[in-house]
């Protein structure tokens, strides 16, 4: 189908993939494949309950701005990463863990490229990667797993910072704003060990989230794990948190910077440094990186 017959046909495919009434969503769609053959298409299919649609737009007409676009969090998470093509920081590998910095450091091709680079097919003899993109936020972990621009796999899991600082606190009798500061990173005057014991504790429930997600892409004959994880939000500061994932998955590991590839005002983070301040800002980079195209 074209475009615009699709749209026309998008309702009722998808009232056997929405687990709610028709009516009281909105629907989205993009094109992945015009033709897999026996007359088919594949799409990707996005649904939200109006409510919570017209919710999210109230809010920011209250606060003064008029409202383009609505993004998924998991998208923004994406464009932010392939605008940013590649990573500034290091990466862990897995059996790194436990050695120095510098030799854990690894040189990665992006799976992405920059519009400047498009023209450039330097790298197509580079196996294609299953990358997940880990946004460790307060209280959810979003897992997106993506290969060459296109969404495999998007979940939730029930686990977040908020997990990691309670723990901080029962185990290690802190306040909260001093769990806080070790979920940081800043060990000064904690055990360092029992910090990491706590995260790989905690981050296991990572782990084992992760799984049904990986069994579906083997079961779907998609690939047998992923290539790659990249970790933003709040989480990717936790102290040991990115090396008990590279070597749980056996695969590098890396912390996603988003405002590397971007100009901005020197002083617009104040005394913050804007490298640690970077991860936070994955998602709120990804959503300005959209545009706005009429339907």
């Known amino acids: ?16 993939h929405v687990p709610f009434d028709i009516d009281d969503i909105t629907l989205d769609f993009q094109i992945l494949q015009p033709d897999i053959g026996a007359g088919q298409m594949e799409l990707l299919l996005v649904a939200a309950k109006k409510e919570r649609i017209l919710n999210w737009a109230d809010l920011i007409r209250d606060a003064g701005f ?5 993004d998924v969090a998991s998208f923004a998470n994406q464009n932010a990463w392939e605008f940013g093509g590649g990573n500034a920081q290091p990466a862990i590998v897995a059996g790194d863990a436990d050695e120095d910095a510098a030799d854990g450091v690894d040189t990665l091709e992006p799976f992405g490229e ?20 880990l946004d460790v936020g307060g209280g959810v ?18 686990i977040g910072v908020a997990h990691f600082i309670e723990e901080f606190q029962k185990q290690l009798g802190l306040t909260y704003e001093t769990a806080q500061d070790v979920a940081r990173g800043h060990l ?19 782990y084992q989230g ?3 997600s990986l069994s579906y ?9 992923i290539d ?11 102290p040991g948190l990115r090396e008990y994932l590279a070597d749980s998955y056996g695969v590098p590991s890396e912390v996603a910077d988003p405002l590397a590839n971007l100009d901005y005002a020197s002083g617009m983070f104040g005394e913050e440094v804007p490298a640690e301040l970077s991860p936070l800002l994955t998602v709120t980079v990804g959503l300005a990186l959209r545009e706005a195209v009429e339907a």
């Open 66 to 70: 008029r409202p383009a676009i609505i």
């Open 1 to 16: 189908m074209s475009q615009e017959d699709a749209r026309e046909a998008i309702y009722w495919e998808a009232e056997q």
């Open 228 to 238: 790659r994880i990249v970790l933003s939000g709040g989480g990717a500061h936790l």
């Open 188 to 206: 000064d005057d904690v055990d360092s060990q029992l910090v990491a014991d706590i995260v790989h504790s905690v981050g296991s429930e990572i």
């Open 114 to 133: 920059s519009d400047a680079d498009a023209g450039d097919d330097s790298d197509d003899d580079c196996p294609s990667e299953f990358v997940a993109l």
């Open 217 to 225: 892409l083997k079961t779907s004959g998609e690939a047998e794990g």
């Open 210 to 212: 992760l799984e049904p």
């Open 141 to 158: 972990t979003n897992v997106h797993i993506v290969r060459d621009g296109v969404p495999y796999f998007t979940r939730d899991l029930p």
